[in-house]
């Protein structure tokens, strides 16, 4: 269980910077953490830096669903 001081960790990508800017407002009024990316190269940039919990992106970023289905299957 985690602590719930400690804010869970989230990665929007998506290629629309209004999307990104939308979902980054709501996700962090939800007391979440966000990490936006503006495609699958910054995304994985960031994965590798960054503990991530939940990754949103569009089905077009392929690069980004193989490498969090190669990190946590």
């Given at each position: 269980m985690k602590d719930?001081?400690?804010s869970q960790?989230?990665?929007?990508?998506?290629?629309d910077r209004n999307v990104l800017e939308v979902?980054?407002?709501r996700l962090t009024s939800c007391g979440?953490?966000?990490?936006t990316?503006?495609?699958?190269r910054q995304a994985l940039q960031i994965l590798?830096?960054?503990r991530i919990d939940l990754v949103v992106s569009?089905?077009?970023e392929r690069?980004?669903?193989k490498e969090c289905r190669s990190r946590w299957s």
């Open positions: 719930k001081t400690t960790s989230v990665l929007v990508v998506d290629d979902l980054e407002a979440l953490t966000v990490h990316a503006n495609g699958g590798n830096t960054r569009r089905s077009e690069r980004v669903g």
